[in-house]
């Protein structure tokens, strides 16, 4: 059962545009992951987000907790090159079970 | 602290063999996890083993197994491999307890069946 749905599926933007992605549930979640990945490597952790309504910023990228605990958003301001790659979101639940995201495939033209 | 390690990196195999992929968590994170990730169906949980126990099991057959080792490393064994089991397999360790849980990736291992 796919519990998180990311939105939309593939990206493609130039350089400098900014962009959300989206990961949406039905499930309330105790804490939700965003990790981006690069071809054939293991998945990056950027954030954790745990209580709702929490916004956290790492440089040029915005990430939203839902006041419901039950999505997310990923915002990039200005998005470059290097900002290419797989976006997951992972949720996990209160038994501590995570749950993946459906992805977002970004590739940025310079 | 070093990273969660996986080894081999890549490994291609054949029809009806077996394959066993070692994973090392990082310093102190008593749980791994085990993903398995391909194209069309993005990462699917395998299993998840905390203190050399079998914590929880995701929708996969017998033919994966894993095992956890009392320094907290992991072996998972997939037997009389399919061309299907073609996949990248990701193993995820994380410290359970004490903050907001969060799983941290290893690079994974690149299994090809022929």
């Known amino acids: 059962t796919q519990l998180l749905e990311q939105s939309p599926q593939f990206l493609s933007i130039q350089e400098g545009e900014n962009l959300t992605v989206y990961c949406n549930s039905s499930?309330?979640?105790?804490?939700l992951q965003w990790y981006r990945q690069e071809p054939g490597e293991g998945p990056v952790l950027l954030v954790t987000?745990?209580?709702?309504?929490e916004v956290k910023k790492l440089k040029r990228l915005t990430f939203q907790f839902g006041d419901a605990r039950k999505d997310s958003s990923l915002h990039i301001t200005a998005a470059q090159p290097g900002d290419t790659g797989l976006y997951l979101c992972?949720?996990?639940?209160?038994?501590?079970?995570?749950?993946f995201g459906t992805g977002t495939s970004l590739t940025v033209i310079p | 602290k070093a990273g969660v390690t996986q080894t081999p990196r890549y490994l291609i195999k054949t029809r009806g063999q077996q394959v066993t992929l070692s994973c090392s968590p990082i310093?102190?994170?008593?749980?791994v996890s085990w993903y398995q990730q391909t194209p069309g169906q993005g990462l699917q949980f395998l299993f998840e083993y905390f203190s050399e126990t079998q914590r929880n099991k995701g929708n996969f057959p017998g033919r994966f197994s894993g095992r956890q080792f009392s320094n907290s490393r992991s072996e998972m064994n997939v037997s009389t491999l399919e061309l299907g089991d073609s996949a990248l397999y990701l193993c995820?360790?994380?410290?359970?307890?004490?903050?907001?849980?969060?799983?941290?990736f290893g690079p994974g291992t690149r299994l090809t069946v022929l």
């Open positions: 987000v745990v209580t709702g309504g």
């Open positions: 995820a360790s994380r410290p359970l307890g004490g903050g907001p849980d969060t799983q941290y």
């Open positions: 992972a949720g996990a639940d209160t038994g501590n079970q995570f749950y």
């Open positions: 310093s102190g994170h008593r749980s």
């Open positions: 499930s309330v979640f105790s804490s």
